[in-house]
C-alpha cells in the first residue's frame, strides 16, 4: 500500500493507520488473513474477500456535500444533480462558479471519477464534469456577447 497506508491485524481487529497517523478499525467475528497489496489491503475470511482502500483526497473532495464543501468539483456535481432534477438551482449553483472555478470542478469530477470503484457514482461525476465543461470560456477566445447557445467556435482544436 506504498507509504500512505499501514494495514495491521490484531486478533478479529484489523487498524489501518493513515500518514497522519488517523485510523480506522474493522472488526471481524475470526481472525482474518491480512494481504497488503500496492493499492490496497486485501481482508480474506472464511465467508468474504474484502479490498479496504485509502479513498484519494480528490474523491473526498467532491463527493463532500455541496452545502458544506468548498470545493468546485462538489458544487458542479450538485449542479449536475440539479440540471438532471430540472431544478431552477443549478443554473444558481453554475453562475456561482468562476471560470478557475469551473476548470478546477471539471478536472476534479474526472480525477473522482478516476479513483471511484462504483460505476453509478463514477457515471454521475462523469455527468458533472460533461455538464460544466461547456460553460469554460477557452483562452483566447472572445468573450461571447449575444447569450446564444451555439457555442463558440475554436472547439474543433482539442483532442
Do not use: N
Not at 464543501?69 to 462538489?74: K, L, R, V
Amino acid at each position: 500500500m506504498g507509504s500512505s497506508l499501514l494495514p495491521a491485524r490484531w486478533g478479529g481487529r484489523v487498524v489501518m493507520v493513515g500518514p497522519y497517523g488517523d485510523c480506522i478499525q474493522y472488526e471481524y467475528a475470526e481472525p482474518p488473513l491480512l494481504f497488503p497489496e500496492q493499492d490496497c489491503a486485501r481482508v480474506v475470511t472464511s465467508s468474504a474477500t474484502e479490498l479496504l482502500l485509502r479513498v484519494s483526497p480528490v474523491a473526498v473532495a467532491v463527493l463532500t456535500p455541496a452545502a458544506t464543501a468548498a470545493s468546485a468539483g462538489a458544487r458542479l456535481l450538485a449542479a449536475s444533480a440539479a440540471f438532471e432534477a430540472r431544478s431552477s438551482l443549478a443554473a444558481e449553483l453554475l453562475r456561482g462558479l468562476s471560470q478557475t472555478e469551473l476548470r478546477e470542478g471539471v478536472a476534479a469530477c474526472i480525477e473522482a471519477a478516476e479513483h471511484e470503484m462504483s460505476a453509478g457514482r463514477q457515471l454521475s461525476l462523469l455527468r458533472a464534469a460533461a455538464y460544466g465543461k461547456p460553460y469554460i470560456r477557452h483562452a483566447g477566445a472572445a468573450p461571447s456577447g449575444g447569450g446564444g447557445e451555439g457555442g463558440e467556435g475554436g472547439e474543433g482544436g482539442e483532442g
